[in-house]
């Protein structure tokens, strides 16, 4: 297995037109907290929007998990919105104690529930977290609850695993993201998951959605409509950000590396493509 670098390097500082980031899920032990404030120490935007599970309120009932790296992310994004960058904090099924205030502004952070995006380039996008069209958080809350735990555990053990692999100089590997591959059940659960979110959006009229929710960045035509993930912040740690002339791309920032991992152009053909990647929270599999 070849090794991977995972020394600093020197990263210039990005501005972007908008960043779209998802599933931070603060309070747990998952959480990349570091990584991200790192991530928005090195990007800027006009429009920041936080779309789901950004805290975990889940995980804190049952236990409080908050280290200082978890509030210096709060404060990074307080920091962003205190100097002109418009914040947009989108509920998500961990964080759905503060749909109750949804409509309202703190300080200068919007909470929606759900909210448009008109890009550079005039397209309409639905930007939502995506827990409204699993079948398993909305009727099933007790049993999504459990997975959760489950999942929480797989990265702990993932967590002392890499540990390990740091120290022998080879790149993070997921240990979560190697069973969901491999099954079935979780292939099929992301094939209706992006399909039911895309013909919303469809049926809304607008030309694409961006979600979270499932913890796999993607980008791809869906039928008539162009389907975006965020990813997340505990596994891949990726996010979605659209440049001035309005295109949009997939970032990752991992230690060492930071690379655009997708792109989408402006003439990106309305076909499917690109295999179904079961990339699920163990929730989702239970």
């Known amino acids: 297995m070849a090794k991977q670098r995972t020394d600093n390097i020197k990263i210039k500082k990005r501005h972007y037109r908008t960043l779209w980031l998802s599933d931070i899920h603060l309070g747990t ?5 570091d990584f991200l404030t790192d991530f928005l120490k090195h990007h800027s935007c006009d429009t920041l929007y936080l779309v789901g599970d950004i ?31 418009r914040v947009v904090f989108v509920t998500g099924n961990h964080d759905e104690f503060l749909r109750q205030y949804s409509g309202r502004t703190f ?29 398993v958080t909305r009727c099933h809350k007790w ?16 967590a002392h695993y890499n540990k390990v692999r740091a120290k022998l100089g080879y790149g993070y590997w997921s240990l979560s993201a190697f069973l969901k591959h491999r099954v079935k059940s979780a292939v099929n659960f992301i094939s209706e998951f992006e399909h039911w979110v895309a013909h ?12 979270g929710h499932i913890h796999h960045a993607e980008i791809r035509s869906i039928g008539e409509v162009t389907y975006m ?18 295109s949009i791309e997939i970032l990752r920032w991992t230690r060492g590396e930071h690379n655009v991992v997708e792109l989408l152009p402006d003439d990106m053909e309305k076909t499917d493509e690109l295999g179904l990647i079961a990339e699920l929270k163990l929730e989702q599999v239970l």
Do not use: M
């Open 200 to 211: 919303a959006a469809e049926k809304g009229g607008y030309d694409g959605v961006i979600c």
């Open 29 to 33: 032990r998952g959480c990349q907290a």
């Open 229 to 246: 993930n965020c990813g997340d912040w505990v596994e891949s740690c990726t996010g979605l950000a659209e440049s001035e002339d309005g």
């Open 107 to 135: 300080g200068n952070i919007e909470l929606v529930d759900e909210i448009e995006h008109t890009t550079a380039d005039g397209k309409r996008f639905l930007v939502i977290h995506g827990d409204q069209f699993d079948a």
């Open 55 to 85: 805290i975990d309120g889940w995980a804190l009932k049952s236990r409080v998990y908050w280290p200082q790296s978890h509030t210096n992310v709060v404060r990074r994004i307080l920091t962003l919105s205190k100097r002109g960058t």
């Open 143 to 158: 049993l999504s609850v459990l997975g959760s735990a489950a999942y929480d555990s797989i990265i702990q053990v993932n």
